[in-house]
């Protein structure tokens, strides 16, 4: 009778191989995320770097995507044409970060701090601040941890970030100025809306361009643009990003931090962007706790610079913003 009862309790065969199957399936959709989540966040100084995903055909678009990215450390390819002078910052952990400081030809009417997004640089700010400094600003270009001039070759894609934004922020305050305005791009202006809240900032306004609503849909977007499934890739590539940073991915969200900024906002997007959708934009734009905030999509812009796509409509905005300040 028990061996009976033993033979009766057996899975079918079919059955076992298909289960066994999933498992290995399991364990090798998490090693491709894990590895993901790791080169997504750590550069590297190899100059056969390759960031892309492009490939012949689909096996190899698999491979580069199970391999994870490769992303060339951000390096700063243009300085400013006027004078300015490098600040240098330092963490609480001693990561030196390194800022660019330039005071308006003019009589100043506050100092804007501007910050980039992930894999980019403070060179690539060097449009927005421009501009800033023709409108009768002060500027402060920041690299964050890992990117530009600044130690270290990773990044929290937003999370940490914020102890640079409270160091620009406390220096900018530490030279008498009493209108700062702070500036962001992508993964910037996440950071931006996280470090208001986290320390207490109070700034005159936030211009916010091209945030993404979380670091999930952050990840949906690369699924998207590769032509891959969005999901589980963005969820477990969120969830290996928290574990080897230390952090709860699926908390990193924009929507959450807007909940507590209650100065002056404008948030500014690429009505083509593929990386950022006007649906995120709006979830953000609704969740802002400030009533004082305004909107402004881009016809023609991608997930690029706003004022180099389209210059004109960028200064009548952001002008007709700043004035509403005063």
Request: hydrophobic share 40%; charged share 20%; with cysteine.
């Amino acid at each position: 009778m028990d061996e009976k009862k033993k033979k009766r309790r057996r899975l079918p065969s079919w059955l076992r191989w298909t289960l066994w199957v999933l498992l290995f399936q399991l364990v090798l959709i998490n090693i491709s995320a894990s590895i993901y989540a790791y080169r997504l966040t750590h550069f590297t100084v190899s100059q056969s770097a390759d960031a892309s995903h492009s490939g012949k055909n689909i096996f190899s678009k698999t491979w580069k995507l199970f391999t994870g990215p490769h992303y060339l450390r951000p390096a700063i390819k243009d300085k400013p044409s006027y004078a300015y002078d490098t600040v240098q910052l330092t963490t609480q952990n001693g990561t030196v970060i390194d800022a660019w400081y330039a005071q308006a030809d003019s009589t100043a009417r506050g100092t804007v701090i501007l910050f980039h997004g992930v894999g980019a640089s403070k060179g690539l700010m060097l449009p927005e601040a421009a501009a800033f400094r023709q409108f009768g600003y002060n500027v402060f270009l920041v690299d964050f941890r890992g990117h530009g001039n600044s130690a270290g070759n990773s990044t929290t894609m937003g999370m940490r970030e914020t102890e640079e934004v409270k160091l620009a922020y406390a220096y900018i305050q530490q030279r008498g100025e009493k209108t700062i305005i702070l500036w962001g791009a992508s993964m910037g202006a996440v950071v931006l809306a996280k470090a208001v809240g986290e320390y207490s900032l109070t700034p005159a306004a936030l211009i916010l361009e091209m945030p993404f609503s979380s670091l999930q849909s952050h990840l949906k977007a690369r699924a998207r643009v590769l032509g891959f499934p969005q999901q589980p890739f963005a969820f477990l590539v969120t969830g290996w990003i928290g574990l080897e940073q230390g952090y709860n991915g699926y908390r990193h969200s924009a929507v959450r931090y807007a909940k507590k900024i209650n100065c002056p906002v404008l948030m500014q997007y690429g009505e083509k962007d593929p990386y950022v959708l006007r649906e995120e934009v709006d979830e953000i734009y609704n969740a802002l706790a400030s009533p004082e905030k305004s909107k402004a999509g881009y016809p023609n812009a991608w997930h690029e610079s706003l004022v180099n796509n389209d210059g004109e409509l960028w200064e009548k905005e952001v002008t007709a913003f700043l004035k509403g300040l005063r």
